[in-house]
């Protein structure tokens, strides 16, 4: 595709893996402890929640990488499902990913930053969203140069994450003193327990960004051989790490002072392990954390507005399908979408417009996976195929039915946000329709 040849590829088997290692290890480990073990009432269920949404989150890509090595498109889940389905389907999945999903993830991602860091340096709470703005901006600039100092970026910020990680993990199996396996959550939190389902969504923020690199197809060498390799490496190498930490926090922490200390927990663990310090370390590797996270979104998300606006899908294609002469970015694409970013964190909760958005990608996922059996069908000998899953069709019938049973829990548990979600999709449908005619 003409857009695909401007566009630099700068991305190795490396930087990939690095990209979809440091873009799933964000803030959700390290913030999430508290809020998953209240939901699952219990550390073995929640235990299992955390392997649940690794094993579904495995599936789920290894499936795209079967379907993305044989569509090797910048543009991710928009293309496949144009592809797959045709132009309305791709469009609502684009629209969602570019004015709903990708900033609210920024938005969320970058919240999280100006939280911590005020906390970190002892700021008044109010200078939190002029900081996470501030990240915000210097991570956009980044990605408005050429995209081997982003790439390059993420593989040092993906590097320094998983130090403190191994870290928290060899004390806590070696020096926890609690037995992790069977501790039942006590306190007056635990009638919020909203079971084994709820708990697997909760889990899926912390695993979620997997999907970013098949945005970036067309900025990877050779990508019907490396998006495949990277998606699976850096899925397995991610779940080894939850559970690691996971269970590392129930050997150093009850299950009810965890549940208490909710978002500080792993800060709380590393301060019991490395000291004062030791937990000023543990902050600052987070920031730096949730710098690569950010990172990934901002180098992935604009990518699809840019495929958009190169078929017309998009209000102002002209500008928005444009790649800056000298970095060979699309930094109109990338400056839209940080601008609404910035939007979700004055007017909105970017962070609970990011659970609601999870519910409607994994919609789209969906179709994805069902769409593996269609390719199949077409081409039964694998012709076209770079990298064909194991245990076929095991695979993607569970990627269908673990999601399926996440959404489902979902809407039993906040069919409010499910309809916010699910509305602001369809409010794409009108504007596609005039694009159509202007077309």
Known sequence: MAEEEKLNRGFGLWSSLALVIGTIIGSGIFFKQGSVLQTAG?????????????????????????????????????????????KTTGYLAGWMQVIFYGPAMMG???????????????????????????????V?????????FSAGFQVLTTVIKMLPIIALIIFGLFFGKHDALGQMVTTMSHS??????????????????WVTLANISGEIRKPQKVLPKAIITGIL??????????????????????????????????????????GRVLSVAVLVSLIGT????VVSFPRILYVMAKKGDFPFAKTFAKINHKSKTPNAAIWLMVAIAYLMM???????LSDYAIFVTFLFYILVFIGAFK?????????????????????????????????????????????ISVIIVLAGLPLYGWLNRKK
């Open 42 to 86: 219990d550390t073995n269920t929640a235990l299992w929640a955390w392997l649940a949404g690794g094993i579904l989150t495995l599936t789920a890509g290894m499936t795209v990488a079967e379907v993305g090595s044989q569509m090797a498109e910048t543009g991710g889940i928009y293309s496949y499902l144009t592809h797959l389905y045709g």
């Open 108 to 138: 969320a991602i970058s919240a999280y930053f100006g939280v911590l860091f005020v906390s970190l340096f002892g700021l008044k709470s109010v200078w939190s969203l002029p900081a996470g703005m501030v990240a915000l901006a210097l």
């Open 140 to 148: 956009g600039l980044l990605n408005s140069i050429p995209n081997h």
């Open 192 to 209: 919020s327990a909203g079971g084994f389902g709820v708990a697997v969504l909760a889990t899926l923020f912390a695993y979620d960004g």
């Open 237 to 278: 190498i991610v779940i080894v790490a939850y559970m690691g930490i996971s269970y590392g926090a129930y050997r150093s922490l009850t299950a009810n002072e965890i549940v208490a200390l909710g978002e500080n927990t792993t800060l709380k663990m590393a301060t019991n392990a490395f000291g004062y310090w030791g």
């Open 294 to 297: 950010l990172n990934g979104k």
């Open 346 to 352: 004055a007017l909105t909760d970017p962070d609970q």
């Open 375 to 419: 390719l199949r069908r077409q081409d039964p000998k694998g012709l076209k195929r770079t990298f064909s899953m194991p245990f076929y069709p095991v695979i993607p019938i569970v990627a269908i039915l673990g999601s399926l049973y996440v959404e489902i829990s979902e809407i039993i548990n906040d069919l409010h946000g499910i309809g």
